[in-house]
């Protein structure tokens, strides 16, 4: 199952970190893992694109880290974007994520 874990600071998200894999599918056809990793990256690319300054992020094999460093609309308007689309995914395979 992949895991994401939001931390929040005065109802603004500040840390995501997502964890583990969906067990969906075998690996190369995890319809879930392309749609975590689809959002997620697609998300990231785009703040850093606006601002290359607004977060750091680290990737490992079955993780991935976001932390935000800086506050603006369009930033807290992506993560919560993000997040959205994570709870979505979350609704259609409540087996495979689970967000806390």
């Known amino acids: 199952m992949i895991r994401v874990s939001i931390k929040k600071n005065n109802d603004l998200i500040d840390k995501i970190t997502i964890k583990g894999h969906a067990n969906f599918d075998e690996f190369g056809?995890?319809?879930v893992c392309a749609s975590v990793s689809s959002i997620v990256i697609t998300s990231i690319n785009a703040m850093l694109r606006l601002?290359?300054?607004c977060l750091d992020y680290k990737e490992a094999d079955g993780l991935i880290e976001v932390i935000i460093l800086?506050?603006?609309?369009v930033t807290d308007?992506?993560?919560?974007?993000?997040?959205?689309?994570l709870k979505e995914l979350e609704k259609e395979y409540p087996k495979n994520i689970k967000l806390s």
């Open 51 to 53: 601002d290359k300054d």
């Open 70 to 73: 800086k506050r603006d609309l």
């Open 77 to 85: 308007t992506l993560v919560k974007n993000m997040i959205d689309l």
């Open 29 to 31: 056809s995890d319809i």
